[in-house]
Nanobody
Framework: QVQLVESGGGSVQAGGSLRLSCAVS????????MAWFRQAPGKEREFVAV????????KYADSVKGRFTISRDVAKNTVYLQTNNLKPEDTAVYYC??????????????????WGQGTQVTVSS
């Protein structure tokens, strides 16, 4: 049984930073491509970033390019999302997701097999 547990969310002012973590248990990170999605109140879930196994290729949503960085620590079996220069429109519940195709860079939520419970990020102006 694979479990994803997010942490690191919180409340910050615009321009601030947070580092979100996603701890994976049950299987090693080498089995998965890992991604972050987010969902704001009243809005659909949207893709944020993905990192695949192997060459660690990454992709980002245009709205976060240059501000967010996704990374993975194999030794800790953890994926991170460093969020900088946060804006009020970044306010959302952030979810970690795992794709059993480790070389995927899919931006479609339905292609992901496992999800965490989410961590709230609130950015005030």
């Amino acid at each position: 049984q694979v479990q994803l547990v997010e942490s690191g969310g919180g409340s910050v002012q615009a321009g601030g930073s947070l580092r979100l973590s996603c701890a994976v248990s049950g299987r090693t990170l080498s089995n998965y491509a890992m991604a972050w999605f987010r969902q704001a109140p009243g809005k659909e879930r949207e893709f944020v970033a993905v990192i695949r196994w192997g060459d660690y290729n990454t992709k980002y949503a245009d709205s976060v390019k240059g501000r967010f960085t996704i990374s993975r620590d194999v030794a800790k079996n953890t994926v991170y999302l460093q969020t900088n220069n946060l804006k009020p429109e970044d306010t959302a519940v952030y979810y970690c997701a795992a794709n059993t195709d480790p070389y995927s860079t899919s931006q479609q939520g339905y292609t992901y097999d496992y999800w965490g419970q989410g961590t709230q990020v609130t950015v005030s102006s």
